[in-house]
């Protein structure tokens, strides 16, 4: 799809009916990402989602999701303790998550796991620079990467250094647009971008912000500035349960109609 330049689509998911809805739509590629924490566990970063969490979600998502690549994140701290650990770990999401690929965050650092997790596993990995959400702390907060010449020069040699290691992929999140395309441009293998501009080989976004879940008035996660809503989950969701105990406050509902068993008349003599 890079080679003929048709744009590579992929969106998260976290659940059943969720991988269901991204293969009904006809997504490239599914991603279980460790945004999980943040939008399905209410977390503030994603450095609090656990291996085992991530397995239990991508198992519900592998479920639903049939014919897009399915993707998992390695979360937080899975594959930097040292190389045995990261392949154990790479091996559960594989043979317990149900995933085809794994994802890795971070730069040419990871380039080992990365090389050990392909050569020696056999895994495909998709890697993801630019923004690192798991290095929040290090790098102080939810910031864009690459928006002076030295993160740039640093952004072009873990891409290329990444894909040496052997990714066949990389996301690039919150990448100046013309940096986006300079490394895209470098490499053979695509770049799937998210807050990165149009000229990368796809798109990714987190299902929430996409659907417009997170609009709750008193949430305070709002929806990134890069992301366009293309529905309003969230405000249907809050006027159908609204509108449900409304209804059984009133005992409106339910109705005759939405009360089918009964007891026939000759049953209830019977009964006394
Ligand atoms: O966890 C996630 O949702 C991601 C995508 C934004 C790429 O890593
Ligand atoms: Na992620």
């Known amino acids: 799809m890079r080679d003929d330049q048709v744009p590579i689509c992929m969106v998260t998911a976290y659940s059943y009916p969720q991988g269901l809805h991204a293969d009904l739509a006809d997504m490239d590629i599914v991603l279980v990402g460790d945004s999980l924490a943040m939008v399905e566990l209410g977390h503030e970063t994603t450095q609090y989602v656990t291996l085992e969490e991530m397995l239990h979600h991508c198992r519900a998502v592998a479920r639903g999701c049939r014919r897009a690549l399915l993707v998992g994140d390695m979360p937080f701290g899975s594959c930097e303790i040292g190389l045995s650990e990261a392949l154990r770990n790479v091996t559960r999401m594989i043979r317990e998550g149900s995933v085809q690929a794994v994802k890795i965050e971070g730069g040419k650092r990871l380039s080992p796991v990365i090389d050990a997790c392909v050569q020696s596993l056999g895994v495909a990995v998709m890697g993801h620079i630019g923004l690192r959400p798991q290095s929040v702390s290090a790098r102080g907060?939810?910031?864009?990467?690459?928006?002076?010449?030295?993160?740039?020069?640093?952004?072009?040699?873990?891409?290329?250094?990444?894909?040496?290691?052997?990714?066949?992929?990389?996301?690039?999140?919150?990448?100046?647009?013309?940096?986006?395309?300079?490394?895209?441009?470098?490499?053979?293998?695509?770049?799937?971008?998210?807050?990165?501009?149009?000229?990368?080989?796809?798109?990714?976004?987190?299902?929430h912000d996409l659907c417009g879940m997170m609009t709750h008035p008193h949430h305070a996660k709002v929806t990134p500035k890069f992301c366009r809503r293309f529905a309003e989950a969230g405000a249907e969701i809050h006027r159908g349960l609204v509108d449900y105990r409304s209804a059984v406050k009133q005992r409106l509902f339910p109705s005759a109609a939405y009360t089918p068993y009964q007891l026939d008349d000759r049953e209830w003599e019977r009964f006394g």
Do not use: K
């Open 141 to 207: 907060g939810f910031r864009p990467y690459g928006t002076n010449a030295v993160e740039a020069a640093q952004l072009l040699e873990d891409a290329l250094a990444l894909q040496e290691a052997g990714a066949f992929a990389l996301v690039l999140e919150c990448v100046p647009e013309r940096l986006a395309i300079a490394v895209t441009t470098a490499l053979r293998i695509p770049t799937i971008g998210i807050g990165s501009g149009v000229g990368t080989s796809g798109q990714v976004l987190v299902y």
